[in-house]
């Protein structure tokens, strides 16, 4: 394995193993949180995010994956002069930005109270809104650290914003809830706000310890200093199809934070069940599904600096191979979640969440398995976005999830307004629009970077694992009793098998895996030196 490579799966590994840490805290503290607030708190906290998120898309999304490229090509040029000017130039374009955001949230806090359908939402659009602007401050900074090919300060900062949600958010919805429903939902997205002042100060006290290193590394009087202008034309050029591209989603869930509920009520569901369902599927279901995302994430940041370095020194080889690599731990990643969390939709949610009748957990298991098939699908999106986006044909996912998404909004419209669907319009066109965009993605790679069609070795092998270790999670299944406990070891039983069954067949090999064993190695040798 290149050296280059190992990059890419070391930077996966860290930021994989800590996302996917993030995201279980994250599924946890969604237990205590739906017992202090329940169904309908939750449903109020939902409506009250996909607007923040949008914002937040907007503001950060393009710039820090700009920073990361660019840093990332003017270092492999040993250019680091230009490589800083850069990381200044964005951050007081992130900083203004962000600082924009949080005014027009704060500001139109009534209007979009309203726009969602419960006028009680307002104060949690005010407790949320200064999260955009230290976001976007520390977006600058994890993007300049993963130009660097250093991902661990951007993991550990994600830590710290959900264990800070935990200490922060649950004890401020208690108190909350002592006043109302709504008032307990703004506590929860004030500790967001507070969680992420954390996060930031731990990446000022990283940068400021790291700087003196970055500026002794040696110059190329060759390379010229770029001007202030030039720098903000080429940070703009390169996050601006990138920030359309990735606002598509959230975009999607801003109108379907104000279309679903509404849709529901259109169905003949009493607007309080209505809000107990919304809050259900996008609170508990949406919840889960991102649980193994954040290994798609993880891919895709990987893959974006790391092609650019290559594309920097015209290294098509290396190119391909890590486009290759990629996709391949993208499909041995999504199968198995997919498949896993669709078989166990009924187990996973009776242990961690609480219900207060069999039927509201069989409709959101029910969610859950049909959702769960999103994982996979996502997973492949991500990762051929972040080839994309490294080979500077960021617009080509742009479209292809612009196409998906406008297919989703109207399957969600259509589908939720039905009495005999309602709910379950809103996985089956969330799984049309990855589709959609995954396809069309699939084609663009292939094409532009050279590749060759590996079928047996990129989707044969990961699909013959993934269907072995279903068969044993099936039976399993048939023979375990039912159970917190008895669910914990099906889980057991299908990440062994999993695992076991890769290897076998080849889906996962060695290589693969030496990064995390040297990290494993390296900190047994310092507990040793101890």
């Known amino acids: 394995m290149s050296n280059t490579q190992k990059s890419i799966v070391g930077g996966m590994t860290v930021l994989s193993v800590v996302g996917l840490i993030c995201k279980i805290v994250g599924a946890l503290y969604r237990i205590p949180l739906a017992w202090l607030i329940g169904d309908e708190g939750m449903g109020t906290y939902q409506l009250v995010f996909p607007t923040y998120n949008m914002l937040l ?28 000017r850069i990381f200044k130039t964005a951050l007081c374009m992130l900083a203004a930005l962000g600082f924009i955001c949080m005014l027009l949230m704060v500001v139109m806090s009534p209007s979009l109270a309203l726009r969602s359908g419960d006028v009680s939402t307002q104060p949690g659009f005010v407790a949320i809104a200064p999260a955009l602007l230290l976001v976007c401050v520390m977006s600058a900074l994890r993007g300049f650290m993963q130009g660097q090919q250093n991902m661990v300060p951007t993991a550990i900062s994600q ?246 998404v406008a297919v989703k909004v109207f399957l969600n419209y259509t589908l939720i307004g039905m009495p005999q669907i309602n709910i379950y319009g809103a996985p089956i066109a969330s799984l049309t629009c990855y589709t959609l965009s995954m396809v069309p993605n699939l084609y663009f790679v292939y094409k532009y970077t050279g590749m060759k069609l590996d079928v047996i070795n990129e989707f044969g092998r990961p699909i013959a694992a993934t269907a072995l270790m279903a068969a044993v999670l099936y039976v399993a299944i048939r023979i375990l009793p039912d159970g917190g406990v008895w669910t914990l070891v099906l889980i057991l039983i299908g990440i062994i098998a999993y695992v076991a069954f890769a290897v076998l067949v080849g889906a996962v090999t060695t290589n693969d895996l030496a990064p995390l064993m040297r990290r494993v190695g390296r900190r047994s040798d310092r507990k040793k030196g101890e």
């Open 57 to 84: 898309t907007i503001s950060s999304a393009g710039l820090p994956v700009a920073i990361s490229r660019m840093v990332s090509f003017s270092l492999a040029k040993d250019d680091p002069r230009n490589a800083r």
């Open 159 to 404: 830590l710290i914003e959900q264990v800070g949600k935990v200490f922060v958010a649950l004890p401020l919805a208690w108190w909350g809830m002592r006043i109302s429903v709504a008032y307990a939902a703004a506590g929860v997205l004030l500790g967001t706000s507070i969680a992420e002042g954390a996060a930031l100060v731990y990446m000022l006290l990283v940068y400021r310890r790291q700087r003196k290193a970055f500026d002794a590394r040696l110059q190329n009087p060759a390379e010229e200093p770029m001007s202030s202008k030039t720098l903000m034309q080429r940070l703009l050029s390169l996050s601006i199809p990138i920030t359309l591209g990735a606002c598509i989603v959230p975009i999607a869930g801003f109108i379907d934070s104000g279309l679903l509920l509404n849709r529901l009520v259109d169905a003949g569901i009493q607007r309080s069940a209505a809000l107990g369902l919304y809050g259900r599927y996008s609170g508990y279901v949406l919840t889960l599904i991102n649980v193994p995302t954040a290994l798609a994430t993880a891919i895709a940041m990987s893959l974006v600096p790391s092609i650019s370095g290559a594309m920097a020194r015209g290294d098509g080889r290396q190119i391909r191979r890590q486009s290759a690599l990629g996709l391949r731990l993208a499909l041995v990643v999504g199968l198995p979640c997919s498949v896993g969390m669709s078989m166990l939709s009924r187990q996973c949610l009776d242990l961690i969440y609480h219900f207060n009748t069999p039927e509201a957990l069989q409709t959101t298991a029910n969610l859950l398995s049909l959702s769960s098939m999103t994982i996979v699908l996502f997973t492949v999106v991500q990762a051929t976005s972040g080839i994309l986006q490294g080979l500077r044909k960021q617009r080509i996912p742009m479209y292809t999830l612009m196409v998906g």
